[in-house]
């Protein structure tokens, strides 16, 4: 364990990070009925990852975590987006077409006449795509803020 922060505060943060994961991926599928989406859920996890960084060092954090981690979830989000756009042309559909709202299924349950309730399953391949963006933005700004840090702790070194 480091010693720059108590326990009391690492527990803490072990705690509330828990709770803004399930925030994070709430915001992401919950993006096509309320405003949020999947780079407000996406942030939102890797504010997450932050408050890990910023309560134990950061070594330990990459003891955890490596940057090949959040990499490959960048990418996995990446190919997910295009693989999702992709996908609807060997069906008949233009790319990005929503092929998948209306199909029954998962993602494409039909929407009744008037507001939609809240369910979830009524909005085709946009759930999908947020999913990929949050999956995609969770990679890109942790990457962001592991480069940031260990900039700073360079500089501190006298690199």
């Known amino acids: 364990m480091s010693d720059c922060m108590s326990k009391l ?15 994070g991926f709430y915001i992401v599928l919950h993006g096509h009925l309320t405003p949020g989406g999947g780079f407000q859920g996406g942030a939102i996890v890797a504010g997450g990852f932050i408050l890990l960084i910023v309560a134990y060092r950061l070594e330990d954090f990459l003891k955890w975590f490596q940057k090949n981690t959040f990499q490959s979830c960048e990418v996995s989000g990446l190919v997910l987006f295009i693989g999702t756009a992709l996908a609807a042309i060997p069906l008949g559909y233009l790319f990005f077409m929503n092929f ?18 809240g ?9 999908v795509m947020n999913i990929a963006v949050g999956i995609e933005v969770l990679g890109g700004l942790s990457i962001i803020i592991l480069y940031m840090t260990s900039g700073i702790r360079s500089h501190e070194e006298g690199e």
Do not use: C, E, K, Y
């Not at 369910?119 to 759930?127: D, F």
């Open 9 to 23: 505060i690492r527990t803490t943060a072990d705690i509330m990070f828990l709770f803004i994961t399930v925030f």
């Open 100 to 117: 998948l709202n209306g199909a029954g299924g998962l993602f494409g349950q039909a929407v009744s006449f008037g507001i939609n309730p």
């Open 119 to 127: 369910v979830l399953n009524t909005a085709g391949t946009i759930p």
